[in-house]
C-alpha cells in the first residue's frame, strides 16, 4: 500500500456545486495533516491543516477519520479560481519530512 | 516580505555539466527540503536539512549534492551523475526542526532542462 493514495481525477464540476476528495494513509502512527494547492506548473501552497476535530476555512472543510485512514477536503459553492490540483500530505513517521500525495486535479466550469 | 526565492526560474544545460540551484528563505526558519517533480508525478524528496552544517538523504539522493553553510541558504548542485535530471526543482522550508513535522513552505521552484 502506498504511504498517501488519491484519486487522480479530473473531477469536473460546475461552478457552484460541491465537491469532495478523499485521501487514504498507510502509517497509523502518522499525525500530522495537511491539505496543499497546486495551480498548473507553480509551487505547492499550503490549503489548510487537517485537526482530529475537522476543521473549516470559509468553503472548504477538512475531516479526518484516524480508524479508517483517510482525510477529506470539502469545497463547497465552487469558483473557477478552484481550479487546481490538490495535494494530500501526511507526515513521515519517524522522519521530520512530509509525504505528499500525487494529487487530484480539480476543474470547475462555467 | 518574508519568504523563500529560487533562482533561476528556466535553467538549460548540456548533459555532463554540473548545475547548481540557488534556494534563499527569511522566513527564519531551521529546516530546509529540495524535492524533485516530474509530470504526471508527486513530489519526491531529495535532501533535507534541519540545522546548519547538517543534512540527510531523501528518497532519490543519488547524483544530488546540497551544502547548509547558513540558515538561509541550501544551495541544490545536480551533477552529471544524475540520469535525468531534467525535472521540476522545488525547495520548501519549514520552522519544525528534530522530530517534528511541521507545514512546509515553498519557493516558486527552477525548471531544468537538460540536453
Known amino acids: 500500500r502506498k504511504e498517501v493514495e488519491q484519486d487522480p481525477g479530473p473531477f469536473n464540476v460546475p461552478e457552484g456545486a460541491t465537491v469532495a476528495f478523499n485521501c487514504t494513509y498507510s502509517n497509523s502512527a502518522s499525525q500530522s495533516f495537511f491539505w496543499y494547492r497546486q495551480d498548473c506548473r507553480k509551487e505547492p501552497k499550503l490549503l489548510m491543516s487537517?485537526?482530529?476535530s475537522g476543521n473549516e476555512d470559509g468553503r472548504f472543510t477538512a475531516q479526518l477519520n484516524r480508524a479508517s485512514q483517510y482525510i477529506s477536503l470539502l469545497i463547497r459553492d465552487s469558483k473557477l479560481s478552484d481550479s487546481a490540483t490538490y495535494l494530500c500530505v501526511v507526515n513521515r513517521v519517524g522522519y521530520s519530512t512530509l509525504t505528499f500525495g500525487k494529487g487530484t486535479m480539480l476543474l470547475v466550469s462555467p | 516580505d518574508g519568504g523563500i526565492t529560487q533562482s533561476p526560474k528556466y535553467l538549460f544545460r548540456k548533459e555532463g555539466q554540473n548545475v547548481t540551484l540557488s534556494c534563499e528563505q527569511n522566513?527564519?526558519?531551521?529546516?530546509m527540503y529540495w524535492y524533485r517533480q516530474d509530470p504526471g508525478q508527486g513530489l519526491r524528496l531529495i535532501y533535507y536539512?534541519?540545522?546548519?552544517?547538517?543534512?540527510q538523504k531523501g528518497d532519490i539522493a543519488e547524483g544530488y549534492s546540497v551544502s547548509r553553510e547558513k540558515k538561509e541558504s541550501f544551495p541544490l548542485t545536480v551533477t552529471s551523475a544524475q540520469k535525468n535530471p531534467t525535472a521540476f526543482y522545488l525547495c520548501?522550508?519549514?520552522?519544525?526542526?528534530?522530530?517534528?513535522?511541521?507545514?512546509?513552505?515553498f519557493g516558486p521552484g527552477t525548471r531544468l532542462t537538460v540536453t
Open positions: 522566513l527564519n526558519h531551521d529546516a
Open positions: 487537517v485537526y482530529s
Open positions: 520548501a522550508s519549514s520552522s519544525g526542526g528534530v522530530s517534528s513535522s511541521y507545514e512546509q513552505y
Open positions: 536539512s534541519q540545522i546548519v552544517n547538517d543534512f
